[in-house]
């Protein structure tokens, strides 16, 4: 399994392990977890260092495995694109405390950023999460739920990088 494992990965079983690079490190160390049979991997920052590439082919494989179903994969990151890409739940800490935990498409449908002038903010500020004031107005994070009907504001989907960063600005 191990050296099956290493062939799939395209890993050099006479390279020593200092000689690899980082994604091929992770990949190793994911080749040397799975050879033992892991029904879970809990990974911190696996991604964390990698060119574009190397994550993308790093995410493929965690994509593979928990496809597969014999595999599930649990990673702390603050690369909200690798989340994107291939989470289906979301849990969402800030400052040790659960925000909010669920799948993925659910946590981006709970919120809109919303826009509007200057003008249209105290009409809505009191829902809004947190909010930054920019040149045209102010841009913020409101829970889909109690978004008031204004036709004068603008919404749109977030992402997670945009629920992240308004939660960080707002008093949690």
Known sequence: LYKHYLSQFHIDP??????????????????????????????????????????????EVFQTLVEEGEVSILFSTHITSDLEKCSDYITFIQNGKLVVSTTKDDLIDQYRVVSGSK?????????????????????????????????????????????????????V
């Open 119 to 171: 003008n249209n903010l105290d009409e809505v500020k009191e829902h809004l999460i947190s909010y930054k004031m920019n040149s045209l107005g102010f841009t913020g994070l409101i829970k889909t739920a109690t978004i008031p009907y204004k036709s004068s504001l603008n919404y749109a989907q977030p992402t997670l990088d945009d629920i992240m960063i308004y939660y960080a600005k707002s008093e």
């Open 14 to 59: 006479n390279k020593k392990i200092d000689e690899l690079s980082k994604g091929m490190k992770m990949k190793y160390c994911i080749a040397l977890a799975l050879s033992h049979q892991a029904e879970l991997l809990i990974l911190d920052e696996p991604t964390s260092g990698l060119d574009p590439v190397a994550r993308d082919e790093l995410l």
